[in-house]
């Protein structure tokens, strides 16, 4: 079963709009993190945003927010006021305790963002 | 330049060939991983070290794959026999251990085998 979903192969949003990606997980564990990370054509990962399954509070970093609905097992990455800069393909990752001690990332197949002009 | 970097940027290389790529963590992070990562699709978990100790492999880590980080610092990753499957994007990753969540990755090494 895959651990990480995104659903939205692409999407597309007009520039200075919002616009919200997918990510359901899964998981038996009760600790575990959550982070959405942008790769540009040039292949870079660059992290966004992390929220622990324990904060209370959504995660937030200037444009980008995380809708985190723990019961539903989703963690929506919202970028608000999109930019020209924000096309990029997105990915979904969880980190969980595992039985070694290596706390790998987990990663969905991603989002490919496209901002429109 | 303080972030992880990875040498080469690209590599093509003809099937049965030997590759080795290198990448430089953060200074101060004792923890490093490589993932690889095929078109279309996420990073995949690879391996991971911490300090000089290589504590965990993928299944995805077939016996032609072998990775080494001798002295704590940077790490390699070797790949014997290269297969045309094994063409994809080999990304490096690394943290500080006692603190902090984000992974911090390099730029990657597209390899593609002939």
């Known amino acids: 079963a895959q651990k990480i979903t995104q659903t939205q192969p692409g999407m597309f949003v007009q520039e200075k709009e919002a616009v919200t990606l997918d990510c359901t997980y899964d998981?038996?564990?009760?600790?575990?993190?959550l982070f959405w990370y942008k790769q540009p054509s040039s292949g870079e990962m660059i992290f966004l945003i992390y929220?622990?399954?324990?904060?209370?509070q959504n995660a937030t970093e200037g444009r980008y927010s995380l809708n985190f609905q723990k019961a539903r097992k989703s963690a929506n990455l919202v970028i608000s006021a999109s930019q020209l800069g924000d096309s990029a393909m997105y990915f979904c990752?969880?980190?969980?305790?595992?039985?070694?001690?290596?706390?790998?990332?987990?990663f969905g197949s991603g989002t490919q963002l496209t901002v429109l002009p | 330049d303080t972030g992880v970097s990875q040498d080469p940027r690209h590599k093509i290389t003809k099937r049965g060939q030997n590759v080795t790529f290198r990448c430089d963590p953060i200074?101060?992070?004792?923890?490093l991983y490589w993932y690889r990562q095929t078109l279309g699709q996420g990073p995949e978990f690879l391996t991971y070290?911490?300090?000089?100790?290589?504590?965990?492999k993928s299944r995805l880590l077939s016996d032609r794959f072998s990775a080494e980080r001798p002295k704590g610092s940077f790490s390699t990753l070797e790949i014997q026999r290269t297969e045309q499957g094994d063409s994809a994007m080999y990304l490096c990753?690394?943290?500080?251990?006692?603190?902090?969540?984000?992974?911090?990755f390099g730029p990657g090494t597209r390899l593609t085998v002939l």
């Open positions: 990752a969880m980190r969980e305790p595992v039985s070694g001690s290596a706390r790998q990332l987990t």
């Open positions: 998981t038996s564990d009760q600790s575990y993190g």
């Open positions: 929220q622990g399954s324990y904060d209370e």
């Open positions: 200074s101060e992070h004792n923890r």
């Open positions: 070290f911490q300090n000089e100790a290589q504590l965990e």
């Open positions: 990753a690394s943290i500080l251990g006692t603190g902090g969540n984000e992974q911090f």
